[in-house]
């Protein structure tokens, strides 16, 4: 695996990652819960812009593409990759990620369950960012669904 075939998987995935560790810290640790939002939206705010930057602009076509078999039984795969509109759509969905965690430093919506509120944020981050480089019709509507889970007080 190299950069260029990993590189979209590693930047959309980190959120999930972050909020599995999120999950493991003691409710009690608010500020360590909100930090943790900012470092993780961070860090893949960093990734996303590094492959905007290493992006050719001058390409017609999809790039930093991998495409591996995912579910035979149904002929789905793992297709995933970014052209010149999904990008900036791409980057903007790790930047505003990162200025809602920023917020979250000082303000979490009610019912106040921060360590609930920053995990969901992190799953709604994959799955935004997923919609704009999946290239397989289940694979979408994976990601698609991941936007769509909410907590309920």
Same mark, same amino acid.
């Given at each position: 695996?190299?950069?260029?075939?990993?590189?979209?998987?590693?930047?959309?995935?980190?959120?999930?990652?972050?909020?599995?560790?999120?999950?493991?810290?003691?409710?009690?640790?608010?500020?360590?819960?909100?930090?943790?939002?900012?470092?993780?939206?961070?860090?893949?705010?960093?990734?996303?812009?590094?492959?905007?930057?290493?992006?050719?602009?001058?390409?017609?076509?999809?790039?930093?593409?991998?495409?591996?078999?995912?579910?035979? /039984? $149904?002929?789905?795969?793992?297709? !995933?990759?970014?052209? %010149?509109?999904?990008?900036?759509?791409?980057? &903007?969905?790790? =930047? +505003?990620?990162?200025?809602? /965690? $920023?917020?979250?430093?000082?303000? !979490?919506?009610?019912? %106040?369950?921060?360590?609930?509120?920053?995990? &969901?944020?992190? =799953? +709604?981050?994959?799955?935004? /960012?997923?919609?704009?480089?999946?290239?397989?019709?289940?694979?979408?509507?994976?990601?698609?669904?991941?936007? &769509?889970?909410?907590?309920?007080?």
């Amino acid at each position: 695996m190299t950069w260029e075939n990993s590189a979209i998987t590693i930047t959309t995935f980190l959120p999930i990652v972050g909020a599995l560790v999120i999950l493991l810290v003691p409710k009690e640790r608010d500020r360590l819960v909100r930090g943790l939002g900012i470092v993780v939206t961070a860090i893949a705010l960093v990734l996303a812009a590094a492959l905007a930057i290493g992006f050719d602009y001058g390409t017609d076509g999809l790039q930093y593409v991998l495409d591996v078999r995912w579910i035979d /039984a $149904i002929g789905a795969r793992y297709h !995933v990759g970014i052209d %010149g509109i999904s990008m900036p759509l791409y980057v &903007l969905t790790f =930047l +505003l990620s990162f200025l809602c /965690a $920023i917020y979250t430093w000082t303000y !979490v919506p009610s019912p %106040g369950r921060t360590k609930a509120f920053v995990a &969901l944020m992190l =799953l +709604l981050e994959t799955g935004m /960012a997923g919609t704009f480089i999946a290239f397989d019709l289940i694979l979408f509507f994976v990601f698609w669904e991941l936007v &769509l889970v909410r907590c309920t007080s």
